[in-house]
């Protein structure tokens, strides 16, 4: 089953975050993983502090008419994977890949649309249009956000399961995108992952009181590899439950510690394998 896979997200040089996050699994899953990168920094904002750049706009262009120029175009992947798009300027730049794309030759399309978290954008408002006409499109198989991306999108505050599936309805009546994953929701004391298709599936989540950097991004993988493989449900399971394992390890690794920077992305191969 595994064939080729394109990841759109961001690089580090030291850490296990965006596509440094992704290949790994992927590779140890048997993908051949190709990997642009729309930034290069030292590490993760979580350190405390970092270096480097998002990368030109052009240069994602450029890269991207390489790869058709060979005989490699978007068309050519089994699955695209986009994460962190940090600028109006780049995810342009991937809607209008996307609207190029026939129906009826073009990848599994898994969005992990990073806007941001805990309340708070990461992005400037500019890129929401964008990614609102993205998911509208009828491109996107899967989309992957956090609680916090999917309020945004829908404008409903998640307090419960009532108003979650105010949020799914109001989201469907949006956008055309036909799987929805949320990876992790909040409500009565628990945590949730959320799938829905055309029934709501909730799966619950044990919490770690710990926090972690890269947990969707590992999830958006295993997500990505799990939907071609099995039915929806079993990929969400699938999922949820190598996350987990792979951050029980982690804090094996560091116990007692209650901000770990850096997911054992290496340290937990079988994991993938199970």
Known sequence: MPG??????????HGYVGNRGMTFPLQVMGWNVDALNTTNYSNHPGYGSFSGEIEKPQLIFDVLKGLQDIGNGIENYDILITGYLPNY????SVKNMMDDLSDTKKPVIVMDPILGDNGKLYLSEAVVPVYKEILASGKIDVITPNQFEFEYFTGVKITDETTLKQAITKFKSLYNVKHIVISSVNFDDSMYCVGYVDDLILIPIEEIPVKFFGCGDLFTALMAHNFVKYDFEHALKDSVEKLSKV????????????????????????????
């Open 89 to 92: 300027e780049i995810i342009t």
């Open 247 to 274: 951050l029980q390890r982690t804090v094996e690794h560091e116990p007692g510690v209650k901000i770990i920077k850096d997911l054992r992305i290496i340290q937990s191969k079988d994991i993938y394998l199970q």
């Open 4 to 13: 080729q896979i394109l990841t759109i997200s961001s690089h580090v040089v």
